[in-house]
Nanobody, 116 residues
Framework: QVQLVESGGGLVQPGGSLRLSCAAS?????????MGWYRQGTGKEREWVAT???????TYGDSVKGRFTISRDSAWNTVHLQMNSLKPEDTAVYYC?????????WGKGTLVTVSS
């Protein structure tokens, strides 16, 4: 089992920044596994935001490319999402996902609200 706990959400004005964190614990493979961030706005489908592999490769959704940065600590226990130049349309619950290649695990999410 893998447990994921997100933190760092909150209210921010348009153009502002937030840094989300996802703390992972349990049976982490650390080989060929992937961690990512997804988000779901009210009345919308869950949307992929960014992914980082155990090798450090990163990919981003078109809507956040150039504004968001995903990173992880060297112990592969915590993944961060630095969000800059936030827009009202970034408002959503942000979820962390861990994929071992066999199973997927999700956190419970953290709410990000971008509003003036």
């Amino acid at each position: 089992q893998v447990q994921l706990v997100e933190s760092g959400g909150g209210l921010v004005q348009p153009g502002g920044s937030l840094r989300l964190s996802c703390a992972a614990s349990g049976r982490l493979w650390r080989i060929n596994d992937v961690m990512g961030w997804y988000r779901q706005g009210t009345g919308k489908e869950r949307e992929w935001v960014a992914t980082i592999t155990s090798g450090g490769s990163t990919t981003y959704g078109d809507s956040v490319k150039g504004r968001f940065t995903i990173s992880r600590d060297s112990a592969w226990n915590t993944v961060h999402l630095q969000m800059n130049s936030l827009k009202p349309e970034d408002t959503a619950v942000y979820y962390c996902k861990y994929s071992s290649g066999v199973m997927d695990y999700w956190g419970k999410g953290t709410l990000v609200t971008v509003s003036s």
